[in-house]
């Protein structure tokens, strides 16, 4: 599960739906219920867009308190690149969830980004010679 906030003035809510729904993994079972689709909504208002836009494909549920996943759980890709994640060595735990950095980082060894979208990201990281190669090299080997 992710929270997601968004800023309403450059997105609307049925478009972050749409593009949510578009972008998921979809409906692959990975075992057990916990794994299952679902949209949780803040208001009933955000419930009804949705529940629009996918039907009876997923649950919609209003009003449910979100749960931090365990350390563990966060960052999974960049923490399979050693390399990156040294990058990040000093921030803490929460640091590291919050990251806007590691969260690019992240994306970009999950197998998501284009290298145009790298160039520009590439300038702003401020990485090392060596962790900007491995970012280079994650997006390139999908091409």
């Not at 993994?25 to 529940?51: H, K, P, V």
């Not at 966060?74 to 990040?88: F, G, N």
């Amino acid at each position: 599960m992710l929270q997601l906030d968004f800023d309403p003035t450059q997105l609307t809510y049925a478009a972050l739906v749409d593009e949510i729904w578009r972008n998921r993994n979809g409906g692959r079972s990975y075992g057990g219920t916990q794994y299952r689709e679902a949209l949780f909504c803040a208001t009933e208002d955000q419930a009804a867009i949705a529940r629009a836009r996918v039907g009876d494909k997923a649950p919609v549920i209003v009003g449910a308190p979100f749960y931090r996943a365990e350390d563990y759980h966060q960052k999974y890709r960049l923490r399979r690149e050693p390399l990156l994640l040294a990058e990040l060595a000093t921030y803490t735990p929460r640091e590291l969830v919050d990251s806007t950095l590691a969260a690019r980082l992240n994306g970009y060894a999950a197998g998501h980004g284009s290298p145009a979208h790298l160039d520009a990201d590439l300038a702003r990281f401020a990485l090392s010679p060596p962790a900007s190669a491995r970012v280079a090299q994650l997006v390139t080997r999908r091409r």
